[in-house]
């Protein structure tokens, strides 16, 4: 604090308090401690982000009143949204917001108007909120690079101001602020507004490299840059891939699909939730980035994991001690209102609506009035620290089984009951139907990538493993038992390379001789890093020509995986994940426009998780899509290798579409990532 008064708390002294902030941890514990000044001096609080003697004197009094942010008994949320619409809009001080990084004040109006704030020029705000997100300045500095890219460039040229830092937070911090002002926009039924800034707000796909199932950094070519490491904080803010990758909180259904579906996406949240405190790059629950994701196994049909997570996190890392609002630095009441709202049993996860993802309330009852003034009344039948988890839930007396609160909850109000008890119902809530909004704008479905465990044929439920989730480079690949975790999800990427937590299965130091030892590796676009399926269910290193293979077919778990002549034996025998999908060049057989009548053409199109891109084995060797009921098919029983395939009824032209031909133009490369379960 750039301006600490003398006499600590004591009668009042002042009339205008004013703070600065370069965004450091001391910084914002200044804000705080002053924060508690003015509300018990009755001063007004200024708040300055990039402290200059200027923006001081101005903040103190000679600036407009609209400037002011007045803290004390008669503080409402009203207030400060007048007051951050005039700033906004020109009229106070322009307070650049240099740090953190992002648009926030999108989300604070959008949030309140959503929860019922009705004392502001709403239309003015929206008007304000438009013009913010569309120009470049202080707020939104890179806005036009964003454009014209869909993501902020490392290397982008045009920033426009100010420091230029943390291109991957930043961008999914604008698309989190174009949700927010897409949603006010439809609240108000501007109609435009809605469907371009949600369809604008996607540009979080842009950021997510589907090799890998992260997000990380990429240069103005598109390139992704080299060198990637989960844990790394580069071109973050205050995080890392680990921790941002999560951060999509209007579109998590969108998110879980873009790294695979639910499955993977829940042992991703597995792995990033092992801390709560930064450990091994995992999250970081007393800072921003990482609040949200405790909530989002609301979204992949696994709500009690969020009871239980959350709980674990208001225990472990919450005390009734002067440090003990998580890591002891409340942000401006962040940390505060997190453990507020997770006490109640529920968190406002999408900003810009009254969407709120249940966990379990700690009370026996909580009363809250509403601005409508109407209450919203939350029971905990059996509440206590050792039952975070729901039973069963009512809303108004009738059951309730969705893992949200009833959209007019916190307007209307009404009353939410829950039956708490100390083990999980693994079925409560869990029904896709069950889940959270997400909101997708009308932009097509992200591509869904090719991932799951790589299962040995020595025995049942031994698989190829990550040792101990490790990222460094060197971890060694191992055979383990299955056990359903991310360090056993491996994505068979389109380049070739085969990929488990944002690295890349490799030999080590390139060998090419029987016994080269398996590791994970940064991936480099190395030989030592290709891999393509072989015969019998292997997979084999062009580089070296030989195969992964299990050293002496070993049930041990911790045996690390070798390179070693092909043989064809169980111990080189892998089974890939099933995603009944058939794949060539990194795109999916698809059923052009999800056709299901016959004759409907094939083609290759981005592979998106959908029925027109699945098939399985029929009678006679025909391939079968179940969205048609109808066989994959040579368009007149032709063998002319021109010919475009088609679905047909299967009944009616049975044919038999394999084996497939080696012809230099693509088909090898079906056969190399061809689905095993659909391949038998």
Partial sequence: MYYDPPGGYGPPMFST???????????????????????????????????????VRLASGSGPEASDWAIGSDYKADSVLQSTIARLSGEGIDIAQHAPKGDPADGIIAGAHAFGARNFDARRALAVMVRQA????????????????????IDGKGWGCCNFYGPVATTLEYNTADFALSAMAGALGDTANQKT?????????????????????????????????????????????WIYTGMVPFNIGGLARAK???????????????????????????????????????????????????????DQIWANTPGGLADGNDDLGAMSAWYVWSALG?????????????????????????????????????????????????????????AYAPTAAITAGGTLGYTLGTSANTSWATGASAAPPSYAGDTTAPASPRIGPLASSVAANLCADDASSATADGTHVQIYTCNNTYAQDWIIAGDGTIRALGKCLDADHSGTTNGTLIQLWTC???????????????????????????????????????????????AQSWTVSSDHTLRALGKCMDVTSAGTANGTQIQLYDCNGTGAQQWQPGTNGSLVN???????????????????????????????????????????????????????
């Fill in 260 to 314: 695979g579906g639910n499955t993977a996406m829940n042992h991703y949240l597995d792995t990033v939730l092992r801390s709560f405190t930064g450990a091994n790059g995992y999250a970081w629950v007393g800072n921003e980035p990482s609040i949200e994701l405790p909530w989002e196994y609301d979204y992949t049909g696994q709500p009690y994991k969020t009871q239980g997570t959350v709980r674990a996190i208001q």
């Fill in 197 to 241: 800034y949600a369809n604008r707000a996607q540009g979080w796909r842009n950021v997510l490299n589907p090799a890998s199932g992260f997000v990380e950094p990429r240069n103005a070519s598109g390139a992704w840059t080299g060198g990637f490491d989960p844990t790394s904080g580069t071109d973050m803010v205050e995080a890392d891939s």
């Fill in 626 to 680: 179940p969205a048609s009921g109808r066989c994959l098919d040579a368009t007149g029983q032709s063998t002319s290798g021109s010919t475009r395939l088609q679905i047909w009824d299967c009944t009616a032209r049975p044919t038999k579409p394999g084996p497939y031909p080696t012809n230099g133009a693509g088909q090898e490369s079906a056969t190399a990532v061809l689905n095993p379960a659909v391949r038998s």
């Fill in 346 to 402: 529920m968190f406002p996860e999408t900003p810009g609506t009254a969407d709120l993802a249940l966990g379990s309330p700690l009370f026996t009852q909580a009363v809250v009035t509403l601005p409508s003034g109407r209450t919203l009344t939350i029971n905990g039948n059996g509440a206590a620290d050792n039952a975070p988890y729901v039973q069963s839930a009512t809303w108004n007396g009738a059951a309730w089984n969705n």
């Fill in 17 to 55: 308090i004013v703070v600065g902030t370069d965004g450091s941890d001391t910084a914002d514990r200044a804000v705080s401690r002053a924060a508690g000044l003015a509300r018990l001096s009755g001063a007004r609080l200024h708040v300055v982000s990039a402290y200059t003697p200027e923006n």
């Fill in 134 to 153: 569309t120009a470049s300045g202080n707020d939104r500095p890179g806005n036009a690079v964003r454009d014209t890219k869909g993501y902020l460039p």
């Fill in 524 to 570: 480099n676009g190395s030989g030592a890093q290709q891999w393509t399926q072989g015969a019998n269910g292997s997979l084999v290193n062009p580089q070296s020509k030989l195969c992964l293979d299990d050293p002496n077919s070993s049930t041990s778990n911790g045996t690390q995986l070798q390179l070693y002549t092909c043989n064809g034996t169980a």
